[in-house]
């Protein structure tokens, strides 16, 4: 057992990727060995997701070789890589969103007799796969109709579904992920281990990665730094290996104290109700505080920031500065001053196709509106320069299609499209998914910077460290009511007491 | 905006260059063969007497692009052709003088447009379907005031405007100019134009981002019809009457030169100038094969090879960037 899992299974030698000018992967090289989970840990735009999309004939090498199970490597296509027992679980989400799960788990793959879809045996097949997996989904549903946690899982399902994997890659499974679902995972990953599949691992979560690995391999702006065992290495290491400088602290320290309770709420919400969401959800946000919101999967809690918003109808008192306000549309929400950073980027945040300048712009037009509608295109140029120089985003220029964007630059693009709209309410569902250690940092300051600025946060994420570590006060949702509305300082034991609902 | 030309000064042709040049040279190439192929293509009459041909199917597909560039189509564009110079015949037999006329006929385009639009919006119902079916109802509304009979339009200024010229060049060619200059102004400088964009490149994130998706999709939709209203008003002076069949399957020549273009079916990405030239290309190819007598049913099978290849190569170009 112990010569076979030490038995090398995948080895990139010197592989170059270039896009264009841009040169993405520079002499990268990496060994896997089988039965071992192997993390890959670089910032954002490092070229981990590019490695990995040439690995399952995504994209195609411009220099370099690999070698899988001891023969040259060259996949056509990710068919092409799956039948060599290569199989991977994309960053980005590629689910059709109008077709059912499973639908989606054996796209391509479908049971047929001649052609003709056996839509029995296709629902029977995706079941049986969800259930040896043990995914909480019912295989029947749209993917249009579930949460982006529950989309995650499919995705997970869909790219472990292949007959005899060899090689297993995650890219960022868990970034939509509460820790129920990431444990579910966790398990999945142990299973395919003991059974001397290798594991190829990307994360952003620290925590989560000295959980997981077994060898970890930092890379920096396309090239290799190193790779160490787990028990050999600390997160501190790690960090200052990825960033190239000692990170001390993961959440910046408040800029002023907390607004007092005597304060008026610019937001208060009373009985807020959307059949089947969620119910009676009633609270208030003042100027310059951060409202935590806290929930697992079917909480309700991105419904309810979807309707308060205005893209969804719901019933209750919204007030604004304690005047009742109806806000049926985002173009009232928008004239309010509230912004929203929504949970899925791609579907709601961007214009894949066009570029960062746009997208950045896009929720602010009204202020480059000159005369006659005419556009201020330098006044344009110039916020959307700023903002990328803010929030460092990783990007050759800002005409480059946000498409071409590494996934946690992609998201920072969304966070500055809302903070150009200059908001006295920021919604922000799941900021930083995606995005890497020392980016975060900086996404919390500029948190911290807008609350000392006035600006009242919602900030609704699933990572529990980060919801305590930013909130003044924390509100906990369970299956689409409020279970409890908690100070700042509450123990991650309480919270996840309420989150689950087991309270006693 | 003075400083930022200058500090790059040669860029915008190179732009202008990597973006058209695919369709720039089958241009030229065309314009080879057939000069080749006829020494009277490449004269100075010949040419004008293209770009005229071109007014009406370019001016047309200047209204296509805003719908494509939206993820949309307008199929009912041919038959609104034929109804904007129905309603000016009959405009003109009621006794109404030129300006009425021309604006009760832009009036009929727009609200023909706007029927298209508020179908789609209001009721989402997928363009392709409402289009289609407005395609059939417009073009049996031209021929219910004559019962299909074609109708004598004889007002001298309505006839003028397909026949003088101004300052040396025909009416038309300007009438196609101030449109061009016109639309290309609106998407490319406005924040119309880059709400259109936006919409047409993902409705959902321009939904979340404030934008007004159904107003900016009823406001193209009535684009397209006054567009096609004009094409038809160019049409009628040309021929001093309307006729019933007037415009027929014009939206497809419109949708080609709008593809050829660059203008992407899937929405958010085209502009003016590759549309003019996409016109340009299907005009000189109509002309060419006239002139070179190649039977009508040839021209048809040649024009649906050249629109492949061109999609094609420009399909090609764009993969290979990745
Ligand atoms: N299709 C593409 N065209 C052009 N550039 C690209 C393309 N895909 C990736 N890049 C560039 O390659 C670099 C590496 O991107 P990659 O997606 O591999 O980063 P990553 O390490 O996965 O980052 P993240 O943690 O944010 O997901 C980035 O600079 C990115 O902009
Ligand atoms: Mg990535």
């Known amino acids: 057992m112990s010569a076979a899992t030490s038995d090398v299974i995948l080895k990139i030698n010197n592989v170059s990727k270039l896009f264009g000018p841009v040169s993405a992967l520079k002499n990268m090289h990496l060994t896997v060995r089988a039965g071992r989970v192997h993390t890959l840990l670089g910032e954002n735009g490092a070229g981990k997701s590019t490695l990995m999309k040439i690995l399952a004939g995504v994209y195609h090498a411009t220099a370099g070789d690999v070698e899988f199970c001891g023969a040259p490597y060259k996949p056509e296509n990710p068919q092409d890589a799956a039948a060599r027992g290569l199989t991977i679980v994309f960053q980005e989400l590629s689910l059709c969103n109008n077709m059912t799960v499973a ?45 982006m946690a529950q989309r995650q899982l499919v995705e997970i399902a869909k790219g472990l579904s292949i007959d005899a994997p060899r090689l297993v890659i995650l890219d960022e499974p868990t970034s939509s992920l509460t820790e129920a679902e990431t444990d579910i995972l966790f ?94 959800v009633s609270f208030d946000v003042r100027k310059g505080e951060i409202l935590g919101f806290f929930g697992l999967i079917g909480s309700g809690r991105s419904e309810m920031m979807n309707a308060l918003f205005g893209m969804k109808a719901a019933t209750g008192i919204v007030r604004i500065d ?52 005419f556009m201020r295109r330098r006044d344009e140029r110039t916020a959307a320069v700023d903002e990328v120089g803010r929030l460092t985003i990783k990007t050759a220029s800002v005409d480059t299609p946000v498409g071409s964007l590494s996934g946690g630059n992609q998201q920072k693009t969304v966070l500055a499209k ?40 919602l900030l609704v994420s ?9 909130s003044d006060r924390l509100v906990v949702m369970h299956e689409g009511r409020l279970s409890a509305t908690l100070p700042g300082g509450a123990t991650p034991e309480t919270v996840m007491a309420h989150a689950t609902g087991i309270t006693s | 905006m003075s400083d930022e030309k200058h500090a790059t000064a040669q860029k915008p042709y190179a732009k202008l260059l990597r973006q058209y040049g695919g369709i720039l040279v089958s241009l030229i190439v065309l314009c080879i063969i057939f000069s080749v192929m006829n020494p009277r293509f490449m004269t100075v009459a010949n040419l004008m007497n293209v770009l005229q041909q071109i007014a009406v199917i370019a001016i047309a597909a200047f209204g296509m692009t805003w719908v494509i560039l939206l993820g949309e189509i307008d199929l009912s564009i041919g038959s609104i052709i034929a109804v904007a110079g129905m309603a000016a015949a009959q405009a003109f037999l009621a006794g109404f003088g030129f300006m009425p006329t021309l604006i009760l006929t832009l009036l009929a385009g727009a609200a023909m447009g706007g029927a298209n639009g508020v179908l789609t919006a209001k009721l989402g119902l997928p363009s392709f379907i409402v289009t289609v079916a407005t395609m059939g109802i417009f073009r049996g509304l031209v021929s219910l005031p004559t019962n299909g009979a074609p109708a004598m339009i004889e007002d001298p200024t309505w006839i003028a405007i397909g026949a003088e ?49 159904d107003r900016v999709k009823i406001t193209i939709f009535m684009i397209s019809g006054i567009m096609a209203a004009i094409s038809g008003i160019l049409l009628s002076s040309r021929l001093y009457s309307a006729q019933t069949n007037a415009g027929t399957s014009y939206e497809l020549d419109a949708i080609a030169a709008a593809v050829l273009g660059g203008t992407s079916l899937a929405g958010g990405v085209g502009t003016m100038i590759g549309t003019i030239i996409g016109a340009l290309i299907i005009g000189i190819m109509n002309n060419g094969m006239n002139m070179l007598s190649v039977p009508y049913f040839y021209q048809l099978i040649v024009k649906g090879l050249v629109i492949l290849l061109a999609v094609w190569l420009d399909v090609r170009s764009k993969r290979a960037k990745q």
């Not at chain 1, 730094?225 to 910046?252: C, F, K």
């Not at chain 2, 009438?175 to 919409?199: D, E, P």
């Open chain 1, 103 to 147: 639908e989606n788990i054996l796209a391509t793959r479908e049971p047929s007799v001649y052609g003709f879809i056996n839509d029995q045996a296709l629902e029977r097949r995706a079941a049986e796969i969800v259930r040896d997996l043990g995914l909480p989904i019912d295989v029947t549903e749209k993917v249009g109709n579930l949460s």
């Open chain 2, 165 to 213: 010229s101004f300052v040396g060049l025909p009416i038309i060619i300007w009438i196609v100019v101030v449109l061009f200059v016109f639309n290309h102004v609106l998407l490319s400088k406005t924040t119309f134009g880059r709400r259109a964009y936006l919409t047409g490149g993902n409705r959902e994130a321009a939904i979340y981002s404030g934008i007004k998706v």
């Open chain 1, 187 to 280: 398990s999945i990953i142990d299973r395919l281990k003991a059974k001397g599949v290798a594991i190829i691992y990307i994360s952003h979560r620290m925590e989560e990665i000295m959980r997981l690995s077994d060898d970890i391999t930092v890379i920096r702006d396309g090239e290799y730094i190193a790779t160490r065992q787990r028990e050999d290495v600390t997160i501190d290491e790690l960090i200052a290996m990825m960033v190239g400088r000692q990170m001390n602290e993961i959440y910046p320290p408040r800029l002023s104290p907390a607004p007092p309770e005597s304060d008026a709420p610019i937001l208060s919400v009373e009985g807020f109700s959307r059949d089947g969401e969620f119910e009676n």
């Open chain 1, 418 to 457: 809302w903070l150009l709209t200059q908001p006295r309410i920021l919604i922000l569902d799941e900021p930083t998914r995606g995005v890497d250690v020392g980016a975060k940092f900086e996404i919390y300051k500029i948190i911290r910077q807008l609350a000392a600025e006035g600006t009242a946060i």
């Open chain 1, 322 to 373: 304690s005047e009742p306000a109806t806000i049926a549309s985002p173009v009232d929400a928008i004239g309010r001053r509230i912004a929203f950073v929504t949970e899925n980027r791609k579907e709601e945040g961007l214009v894949l196709a066009h570029s960062v300048e746009w997208n950045i712009s896009m929720a602010a037009l009204g202020r480059f509106a000159a005369a006659l509608g």
């Open chain 1, 462 to 470: 699933s990572e529990l460290p980060e919801v305590l570590g930013m």
